[in-house]
């Protein structure tokens, strides 16, 4: 098994995902398939290819500074379930 | 706090002043409606494209060049992954192993030493959004106008040894900043703030102690006390035999209290990877001599310009240059009355309490510099005297009025005339008999009360030094 039951743990509290016992047995075994299968990259000889930060071959994508008309709000929070004084409303965040 | 040193490292958010926001077209500008600079890029709408706003990468390098950073020929953005609704995407773009800007310094006098703060590096990133706590349904709003606006975080090496040097080291960045005009600065609008890691050790120690993370201070004093308070609970609980946790804090300036924050146990577990939507930053040294070209005079620059070109002491120069704006209203004010230590003496004395009193910058009171140098040319050439100027400088601050009206409206035009000086010493003299004796007697004193009365008579208007000069001869028949 190349993935723990405590790391889907630690991942699963990362994510805020609540699992079961019987969810984590099982996410356990899928994310070490995926894992496995995703080793076998390992297989390729890289030695003479560079490491990269991006896949595609382009850098200094930049935007001018200038001003575009931002989004409505009604229409940017139509898929908001809860709205407030112009403002999206979510459940008291304790600090 | 005798046995032991502070260690004290800072993490400053500084936004920076592009119109636009980091990855969108959206206003980055302070203080809207809430949620009306917002688009599906800032919201973190599935299926966006990002494009990274060039200003804000030479932004940040002029701030690297101004604090003497290597600059990055290669860099890349990360994300930072973690769940809070102030940030929709759930990620902060940030930038991880690849900073813009590293391994820099700066400068600056801590009493009568030079003091050098190391700056691990300088990095750009996105803000988040803002919470509000709506008082009436216990719910928090969001509102995210502030989100994706761009900000550089100034790391600085664990260098300073006291709440003192922090704060120095605090100023000196502001000011930086401000002269590069790449921020306003403004803590009061979070648009600077920073975080405080503190830990001690007994002197003599080589090892750090366990630091603490005091986050989100935006204001001197916060800072100041948010310290304070820091090392002497940090030593509270050495003293008692009591472990210091590795822990995030926040400071609350009304109580005047620091408390640790919860939820800590996944804190620094940001699962950081390179950001796929947007492209690695390549910087050619063109691009980099181009930005070197365009630095203003920076501040430690201007000040030994002030001493040796307007013949300022050192502390005079230190406090005009430390702020870009006072720096140029007291340049326009000089090239008008050519009095610079009279321009200083004004800028750091009445001028700078009344602005601290009423909460506002020089370049946003009623007193335009040309007006300040008329004021200063009167009492030059002794149309008025200081005491008058005082009187006309109030009025010049609550008004605008300019100096030479003021004078002219209210009649207080000094007398210089000996003359009618002469009649009013002589009067004073007869009605004070007793002092008179008093100074014959030797008490000098009573020469400050004839004086005071012949001004008061005068309602301030004799020239002091003929004033001065007549009592003495009447004094002495
Ligand atoms: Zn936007």
Not at chain 2, 216 to 239: G, P, V
Request: one cysteine or more.
């Amino acid at each position: 098994m190349s993935v723990s039951k405590e790391q889907v743990k630690h991942i699963a509290n990362l994510a805020r995902l609540k699992l079961s016992d019987e969810e984590l047995e099982k996410y356990t075994n899928s994310l070490s398939d995926i894992v496995d299968f995703a080793e076998s990259l390992n297989e390729v000889d890289v030695s003479n290819v560079e490491p990269t930060a991006h896949i595609l071959k382009i850098q200094n994508v930049f935007r001018k500074d200038e001003l575009k008309e931002s989004f409505d709000r009604e229409e940017l929070f139509k898929n908001a379930p809860t709205k407030e004084s112009g403002c999206i409303s979510v459940p008291k965040v304790v600090e | 706090m005798k046995n032991y040193e502070v260690v004290i490292g800072l993490e400053v958010h500084a936004e920076l002043s592009t119109k636009t926001k980091m990855y969108c077209g959206c206003s980055a500008a302070f203080g809207s409606d809430p949620n009306t600079h917002c688009c599906p890029i800032c919201t973190g709408m599935p299926g966006v494209l990002p494009v990274l706003n060039g200003k804000a990468v030479e932004y940040a390098v002029k701030a690297g060049l101004a604090t003497n950073c290597e600059i990055a020929r290669f860099s890349k953005q990360d994300r930072k992954n973690y769940f809070y609704p102030d940030l929709p995407k759930a990620y902060q773009t940030s930038q991880y192993d690849l900073p813009l800007c590293k391994n820099g310094y700066i400068e600056f006098k801590v009493g009568d030493t030079q003091k050098r703060v190391g700056i691990t590096r300088i990095h750009i990133e996105e803000d988040a959004g803002k919470l509000i706590h709506d008082a009436y349904t216990g719910d928090t709003l969001v509102d995210m106008n502030r989100c994706a606006v761009p900000l550089i975080e100034i790391v600085s090496e664990p260098d300073m040894r006291s709440a003192e040097e922090a704060i120095n080291y605090m100023q000196t960045l502001k000011s930086i900043l401000e002269y590069l005009e790449i921020s306003d600065c403004k803590m009061q609008e979070g648009s600077l703030r920073c975080d405080v890691n503190l830990s001690i050790r007994p002197i003599g120690q080589k090892e750090f102690g366990t630091r603490t993370e005091t986050k989100n201070l935006n204001s001197f004093k916060s800072i100041q006390r948010a310290i304070e308070f820091e090392i002497q609970r940090q030593i509270d609980e050495i003293e008692a035999g009591r472990q210091i946790f590795q822990e995030t804090r926040r400071w609350d300036d009304d109580k005047g209290y620091g408390y640790a924050m919860r939820s800590k146990e996944d804190a620094h577990d940001y699962r950081y990877f390179p950001e796929p939507d947007l492209a690695p930053i390549v910087l050619s040294d063109e691009y980099i001599n181009e930005i070197k070209k365009e630095l203003p005079e920076m501040p430690h620059i201007k000040k030994q310009r002030y001493m040796s070109e307007f013949n300022l002491p050192e502390y005079d120069s230190e406090q005009i240059t430390s702020s870009k704006e006072v720096a140029g209203y007291f340049e326009k004010a000089v090239s008008i009355c050519n009095n610079p230590k009279a321009v200083a003496n004004w800028i750091m004395g009445d001028f700078a309490k009344m602005l601290n009193e009423s909460d506002i910058t020089v370049n946003e009171s009623k007193i335009l510099p040309e007006n300040l140098a008329k004021l200063i040319m009167l009492t030059d050439n002794q149309t008025i005297s200081s005491a008058i100027a005082k009187k006309v400088f109030i009025d010049m601050f609550e008004t605008g009025k300019n100096a030479q009206d003021i004078v002219n409206e209210k009649g207080l035009v000094q007398i210089t005339d000996e003359g009618a000086i002469k009649q009013i010493v002589e009067r004073i003299v007869s009605e004070n008999a007793q002092s008179v004796a008093d100074y014959k007697a030797g008490k000098d004193k009573a020469i400050g009360f004839l004086v005071g009365q012949i001004m008061k008579e005068s309602k301030g208007k004799a020239n002091p030094q003929v004033v001065n000069k007549l009592l003495l001869e009447v004094l002495n028949k």
